[in-house]
């Protein structure tokens, strides 16, 4: 099924039902009273979160969604019914926006719930409007219309770390080698194209699709997944040993991010120099001073076959979450 994070609905919450004029009957007096029941109220358009990423596939082709109207009221003061809620399910992350008003509405928690739109209230039956002087009321109200209007649905992931780079750049590999997501690995361009997330000692660690110049301005695979690195507390960038120039790559990169948000700018980065099996100690050395002084921070060297280097990316990474979950 394919993976979709994004979604624009229309979506109508139930109608009140209305009130009604009825009399209580007793027998010889035809009319001994007012007893016309309040109609039910309409039902609400929810949102629930799941810990699913691939919910929202299963309304890959429902674009509209109608809550039930409540009943009308009954004769003997019966109440109608009310409307039944209709609930969409949305993975934890999401962002929903409120195309009319502009509201948004984000969900953190598995469960979490939110009412998108309420169900109108239901009509008042002729007992509201029995008085001294009007003993026998013929009035009732209608129910009132239930709110309505478009939702665009965002998801952003809530991860801890997310890895970027260019396509290649080992991510998919790296994310399987600290965690057991079984990201799909190959030697083309675009094998991710969905984000993958594996859980690392308790943290969550997602795989961003591979990124190319231009993908700010919607290139490649576009911003579409740029924005679920915007929750991270680390960005992971792995820059490949196969660049012949590490410098460009790396600057090609940031600026496809600070370009997409700034709020990415000043954000945690691991600089990584990725697949250095492929090097002698000598290029590796060099290709690692020339990183070092582009990003102004420690460069990392790993490879995902040499256990060593594997371990201590992994303890890096490790202490780094723990001391920004002590700040």
């Keep these: 099924m394919a993976f979709i994070d994004e979604m624009h609905i229309h979506a109508r919450a139930g109608h009140g039902g209305n009130g009604v004029v009825r ?35 299963r309304y890959r082709y429902a674009k509209k969604f109608n809550a039930e109207n409540g009943a009308p009221g009954g004769s003997n003061d019966k109440h109608g019914r009310d409307g039944e809620n209709i609930v969409i399910l949305v993975p934890v992350g999401t962002v929903a926006k409120n195309c009319t008003t502009q509201q948004l509405h984000e969900f953190f ?57 260019f396509p290649n750049a080992g991510k998919s590999s790296l994310l399987n080698s600290l965690t057991r997501a079984q990201s799909k690995v190959g030697s083309y361009p675009f094998t991710t194209l969905d984000p993958h997330l594996g859980e ?57 991010l600070e370009s997409f948000s700034g ?34 921070k420690t460069v990392i060297p790993l490879s995902v076959i040499d256990d060593t280097l594997l371990k201590a990316f992994s303890d890096t990474l490790a202490q780094r979450l723990e001391a920004l979950e002590k700040q």
């Design 23 to 57: 009399w209580l009957h007793i027998k010889g007096n035809e009319k001994a009273g007012p007893a016309g029941g309040d109609g039910g109220r309409g039902g609400d358009i929810i949102l629930r979160a799941v810990r699913d990423l691939g919910v929202l596939a």
């Design 200 to 256: 690392f000692y308790g943290y969550m660690i997602a795989d961003i699709p591979g990124l190319i110049e231009g993908s700010s301005s919607g290139k490649g695979l576009g911003s579409k997944f740029l924005r679920h690195i915007e929750r991270t507390k680390i960005i992971g960038h792995l820059v490949s040993a196969e660049q012949e120039d590490v410098v460009e790559s790396y600057h090609s990169i940031r600026k496809e």
């Design 109 to 165: 928690e598995d469960g979490e719930e939110q009412i998108i739109f309420k169900g109108g209230i239901g009509g008042l039956g002729n007992p509201h409007f029995k008085s001294s002087t009007n003993q026998n009321p013929k009035e009732s109200t209608p129910g009132k219309p239930g709110q309505a209007g478009d939702i665009h649905i965002t998801l952003k992931l809530i991860a801890d770390v997310g890895l970027v780079g």
């Design 263 to 296: 709020n990415l700018e000043g954000k945690e980065e691991l600089v990584v120099l990725s697949k250095a099996d492929l090097l002698t100690p000598e290029e590796l050395s060099e290709k690692m001073k020339l990183l070092a002084k582009a990003s102004g």
